[in-house]
């Protein structure tokens, strides 16, 4: 059984940046769609982007385009955010994710449905 393990979380100024690791123990996530996912107080999970098994396409949320970076080493387990540009709205605990299906459809790896193991959550407090 596959655990996922984030950190790098931390408080912020606006404008920094932070980098998020999700390393993977007891199992490897290979061949696993990976995402990450977070949820602000007060407000719903929500999509932050994700990545294919393959490395080869990565999603981002509208709001974190050109700003976050999702990346992926399967050899060492773990997968990465890098958050650059941080703004209060960023504020939230963010969550990685994984999905054992391969063959998953772009367009559904927003959805977190699909995935099957999730981390525990890392907060990331962004000051104004």
């Known amino acids: 059984q596959v655990q996922l393990a984030e950190s790098g979380g931390g408080l912020v100024q606006t404008g920094d940046s932070l980098r998020l690791s999700c390393v993977a123990s007891g199992g490897t996530f290979s061949e696993n769609v990976m995402g990450w996912f977070r949820r602000a107080p007060g407000k719903q999970r929500e999509f932050v982007a994700a990545i294919s098994w393959s490395g080869s396409r990565t999603f981002y949320a509208d709001s974190v385009q050109g700003r976050f970076t999702i990346s992926r080493d399967d050899v060492a387990n773990t997968l990465w955010l890098q958050m650059n540009n941080l703004q209060p709205e960023d504020t939230a605990v963010y969550y990685c994710?994984?999905?054992?299906?391969?063959?998953?459809?772009?367009?559904?790896?927003?959805?977190?449905?699909?995935?099957?193991?999730w981390g525990q959550g890392t907060q990331v407090t962004v000051s104004s």
């Open positions: 994710a994984g999905d054992r299906n391969p063959r998953r459809g772009y367009t559904q790896y927003s959805g977190g449905w699909i995935y099957d193991y």
